[in-house]
């Protein structure tokens, strides 16, 4: 256990369908990433967000939107995804974005398949 | 660009072997490096990590890295590898402070028993 809880752990979609990805950090961290994890490539940067605002957005698609209501939950609402964009999806918080507290914490990922 | 590279993709080995995993990055700037591991069924949790100071670097379960500023790399190693070790092990850097954190393709490391 990180202190960094993902809900739901694996979810199926069709393309039409709109969900919602949880996160909960219980550490009293400041930023929150998230990221994607796909088959043989390097986890990617999603959205990171620092005492609530978000800081970056890499190039996201917007069937993506990143929402974080306080400082110890992030939310990742789905739209009209593709089935490529199934993946393990990575939830990180780390105390600050100052690089000497900057270590970063996993979640154990949401699992989702899109069909 | 920045990134971070492990040439190893797929690594078998006997348990009491060494294993020696390698991890380099592109320059620019101040860096911290970490190495990550995901356990079968688990969440990525932190070997250990390099922000200054000795570059020998010691973390749980065994494992140390070198960062070698002059090559750009920082390797992992574990003189004496168990069967428990099985796991994907992944590099990542942080391009100075507040910036992205890269991660590398991952390793994948097979311990026989």
């Known amino acids: 256990e990180t202190g960094v809880t993902q809900t739901p752990r694996h979810l199926v979609m069709g393309m039409t369908n709109k969900k919602s990805l949880k996160c909960e950090q219980h550490?009293?961290?400041?930023?929150m990433y998230w990221y994607k994890q796909s088959a043989k490539k390097p986890l990617e940067l999603m959205f990171v967000?620092?005492?609530?605002?978000?800081?970056e957005n890499n190039s996201v698609p917007s069937r993506f939107s990143p929402e974080c209501p306080n400082s110890s939950h992030l939310f990742l609402h789905l739209h009209t995804l593709q089935p490529e964009d199934s993946a393990l999806y990575l939830c990180?918080?780390?105390?600050?974005?100052?690089?000497?507290?900057?270590?970063?914490?996993f979640g154990p990922g949401t699992r989702l398949l899109v069909l | 660009a920045q990134s971070v590279s492990q040439h190893n993709h797929h690594v078998i080995l006997s348990e009491a072997a060494s294993l020696e995993l390698g991890c380099n990055y592109s320059?620019?700037?101040?860096?911290?490096l970490f190495w990550y591991v995901q356990y079968p069924g688990q969440h990525l949790q932190l070997l250990l990590k390099?922000?200054?100071?000795?570059?020998l670097v010691k973390g749980i379960k065994g494992f140390e890295a070198e960062f070698i500023k002059s090559k750009f790399s920082f390797n992992l190693r574990k003189p004496s590898v168990q069967w428990s070790d099985t796991a994907e092990y992944f590099c990542?850097?942080?391009?100075?402070?507040?910036?992205?954190?890269?991660f590398g393709q991952g390793t994948e490391l097979s311990v026989k028993p």
């Open positions: 967000y620092s005492l609530e605002e978000r800081v």
């Open positions: 390099y922000f200054s100071g000795d570059p």
């Open positions: 990180a918080s780390s105390q600050s974005r100052r690089a000497a507290q900057e270590t970063q914490y």
């Open positions: 990542a850097a942080l391009f100075n402070q507040g910036g992205k954190l890269i």
């Open positions: 320059y620019g700037g101040t860096v911290n």
């Open positions: 550490l009293g961290h400041n930023a």
